[in-house]
């Protein structure tokens, strides 16, 4: 008799590992706890209490109890109807669940025997995959019994589960886990009893489900009604990234990727680790995504990507050569250090991914001329010398050609006086690095409806992301210590042009200025700044140093459409309006390379000029700027700034005009040869032209793409001037319908070069199910799920 309870014991601590209470043993041979609230407490059992009549008992009662075998995860049903069918974890040969919030998803139960529903009691046990010690209490620990009624699954906010069919020994049932449920993996158990008799079996899920957010749930906070909208910020892969400068908006495209091997694994990761997000504030898309803009980046926290606005990018990527956000995502989790290197653009793609693969509507957008408003006075100083030069050391505001964040879409039951929903939709976050809030490296979540309407003091950083697109630009001539500052220009409408992100369903443009600010020179634009300074408390003053003068008119302009390799000429046109009198003009044009966030300005090419301008009359002062002058001064991405500085004999009037613009890079092109079918290796080729008067050396591609799971790098051999160099790769669509390729090409004299091709994958004819000329949709066998 000892010998048989010792194994009973052994058996037990076998199967449930630190269990020391026969109440909380999910053993089959033990007594499982009647209340899960107690959880924790543990009572002393010894085996002297037990009896060989009780023993004799367990066994005939736990014979009779329904046995679970295995668990169907139906993945292609479930991946199909909660669309995370293209998740990698889905496709794997032990394949995990990937599931929405709010949702129903089918298991199916294959058991010892026939479920009764007049016998049997099932109950399912859910609990955080990475907490310790699960609990009710912060929601990290769901207990739901099994309903008889497939259409009971409960409130919105509360997990289900119901009984869908029983089919002999298989059992299909139902979960609908709560709408506002942890965003992580999932552990499951499954409970059965016999009703009314406290012996219970369990069964363990092999390995945890993850729950994502659902925007195609109502009750979810990232709900979005529109299914356009949906598929492009949810399930779309690929984007479009704008970059450039005002005058001259520049598309680069950006793989996503939020479907690849170990991206989703790392955004949990990410979230949980990183950005140290409690589990229980895993359900809410606010405090997440204001975690994320922080960990995304790494000065605070050792985060996702280390930024670099230097020229030197040894021991790491230079931000220009990456095309998406996979490689990153992969290196990170791999390594868990920041990878380096990042500039905006490039934080905001991999927050971007990471958005979308949680299931958090999301979009990239760029505000040209964005401020960086260092001091919160909603204006933008800079100070110039006699010459007109920028002198970077005396101030610390800057003007970005473009800055980049992202947009998030959710509701915001944080925020006051939000009872109509005012505020919900798009919020902006940043991330990054530029200014602290909250003592850490973040900007955001901040609702654009907000920032438009000049409400400063909402949070989170609303002040900020308003002087970006709404700040004053005002020019300062130093004449040295002890002297006056003198206002020369003061520009109310130079901040925030064309805010741009990608269109719906379109590979274009959508500007969406007006979302974020008024029209500028209207009333309701100049009101809501006043608005903004008053509760800022900033004070706000304009000055009028500079004298009126309106006998000499000046018009400082560039030929636009500048191709790299090219040379170019900036012009001042000075006319004298005055019929009776000569004046004499005296000044200095500045051709200045610039990162295009506005600093570590290298001059290119000055030239002093006086000129004598007769009455109604007109002169021009060019200066002509050579590819010899400019090709070895470039700084990243050749962005340019030119600068006059000019003033009028005899007067106090002082001109002063700048202006930013970047050298149109060449575009790689696509060619395919026949349609793109489905698991069919086609041969792609590609091609670029040399613009330079020079050889390209040591060039290279780089392919990624719909189904690519590892960039393709292809080396050319050197491209002599104006010559094309084309080279080609084997592509094998991996499913029918939209696919994406991008390229981005590298080498010793250009880089930040790009192209990408979108196009439509056809099923192959002996899977083709349905004539289309009988039916506007081809259906393949592909979309058929078994």
């Not at 009647?34 to 959880?39: C, G, L, Q, R, T």
């Not at 040894?314 to 390594?335: D, H, L």
């Not at 002169?619 to 003033?647: G, H, P």
Request: proline fraction near 4%; aromatic fraction near 10%.
């Amino acid at each position: 008799m000892g010998n048989q309870i010792s194994k009973w014991w052994d058996d037990c601590t076998r199967t449930c590992k630190n269990v020391t209470c026969f109440d909380e043993c999910h053993c089959f041979r033990c007594i499982r706890s009647k209340s899960k609230n107690k959880a924790n407490e543990r009572r002393s059992y010894t085996l002297e209490t037990v009896s060989m009549p009780y023993i004799d008992e367990v066994d005939s009662v736990t014979n009779d109890i329904l046995s679970i075998e295995r668990v169907d995860l139906c993945v292609a049903r479930n991946g199909k109807t909660h669309r995370t069918n293209r998740f990698d974890v889905m496709k794997r040969e032990i394949s995990k669940l990937v599931v929405r919030r709010g949702q129903v998803f089918k298991l199916l139960l294959y058991c010892n025997r026939p479920y009764d529903s007049e016998k049997d009691a099932i109950s399912l046990i859910f609990s955080v995959a990475d907490v310790e010690k699960p609990s009710f209490g912060h929601g990290t620990l769901i207990a739901v019994s099994l309903n008889n009624r497939s259409t009971d699954l409960g409130k919105s906010n509360e997990w289900g589960a119901s009984v869908n069919s029983i089919n002999g020994d298989l059992l299909e049932i139902l979960i609908k886990p709560a709408a506002n449920a942890l965003v992580t993996q999932w552990k499951m158990d499954i409970d059965t009893k016999i009703l009314n008799n406290n012996m219970s079996k369990s069964y363990s899920l092999p390995q945890p489900f993850y729950v994502l957010f659902n925007p195609w749930c109502r009750e979810d906070e990232v709900y979005m009604e529109d299914e356009r909208a949906r598929n492009e910020y949810v399930l779309s892969d690929t984007t479009l990234i704008w970059k450039g400068t005002y005058n001259r908006l520049r598309p680069s495209p950006w793989k996503l990727g939020q479907y690849e091997r170990d991206v989703l694994d790392c955004a949990l990761h990410i979230i949980a680790y990183v950005g140290k997000v409690n589990p229980s504030s895993r359900g809410s898309p606010t405090k997440i995504s204001r975690a994320l803009s922080a960990a995304v980046n790494s000065p605070d926290d050792e985060g996702l990507l280390l930024g670099n606005w230097t020229a030197d990018f040894s021991g790491g990527v230079a931000p220009t050569k990456w095309g998406g956000s996979v490689e990153i995502m992969q290196r990170f989790y791999r390594k868990r250090k920041p990878v380096k290197f990042a500039q905006c653009w490039v934080f905001a793609g991999c927050l971007t991914t990471i958005a979308r693969c949680i299931g958090i509507p999301s979009r990239i957008v760029t505000n040209y001329s964005s401020a960086h408003d260092t001091q919160a006075s909603m204006t933008v100083d800079y100070f110039v010398d006699d010459d007109g030069k920028v002198m970077e050391e005396m101030g610390s505001d800057s003007i970005w050609n473009y800055h980049v964040w992202n947009e998030v879409f959710m509701t915001r039951p944080d925020l006051n006086n939000n009872d109509d929903g005012m505020y919900d939709g798009w919020q902006a976050i940043d991330a990054t690095p530029q200014e602290m809030s909250d003592e850490m490296y973040r900007c955001g979540p901040a609702s654009v409806v907000a920032v438009k309407r000049g409400e400063v003091l909402k949070p989170y950083d609303n002040k900020f992301l308003y002087a970006e697109v709404n700040a004053d630009k005002v020019f300062w001539r130093y004449a040295g210590p002890g002297n006056p500052l003198k206002l020369i220009k003061k520009d109310e409408f130079g901040i925030g042009h064309f805010i741009s992100t990608k269109a719906i369903g379109r590979w274009e443009r959508e500007d969406i200025t007006r979302s974020y600010k008024f029209e500028e020179k209207t009333d309701e634009e100049r009101a809501t700044m006043l608005k903004a300074l008053k509760q800022a408390n900033s004070a706000f003053s304009r000055y009028y140093l500079n004298e009126e003068f309106n006998d000499v008119h000046f018009n400082f302009e560039l030929k636009d459409d500048i191709k790299i390799g090219e040379d170019f000429n900036v012009e001042l046109h000075i006319k004298n309006r005055s019929s009776e009198k000569n004046y004499t003009v005296n000044g200095n044009l500045i051709v200045e390379s610039i990162l295009y966030t506005g600093k570590n300005r290298k001059e290119i090419k000055s030239m002093k000029f006086s000129e004598v301008i007769e009455p109604n009359s007109e002169k021009t002062v060019s200066l002509e700027v050579t590819f010899t002058d400019y090709y070895r001064k470039l700084l990243d991405q050749s962005a340019f700034n030119i600068a006059c500085m000019a003033s009028v004999e005899n007067t106090d009037y002082e001109y002063f005009a700048q202006d930013d613009f970047r050298v149109r890079k060449p575009d790689i092109k696509f060619i395919f040869t026949g349609k793109p079918m489905h698991d069919v290796a086609h041969d792609i080729h590609i091609r670029l032209e040399n613009p330079l008067p020079i050889p390209i050396t040591k060039g290279i591609f780089q392919i990624e793409g719909s189904g690519i799971k590892e960039p393709i790098i292809l080396k050319v051999p050197d491209i002599l001037p104006k010559t094309v160099a084309e080279t080609r790769f084997a592509y094998k669509p991996t499913y029918v319908g939209s696919a994406k390729l991008v390229a981005k090409f590298t080498s010793k004299e250009i880089d930040d070069v790009d192209g990408f091709r979108v196009f439509e994958v056809v099923p192959k004819p002996e899977d083709v199910l349905m004539d289309p000329a009988d039916n506007d949709t081809i259906i393949s066998k592909n979309d058929v799920v078994e």
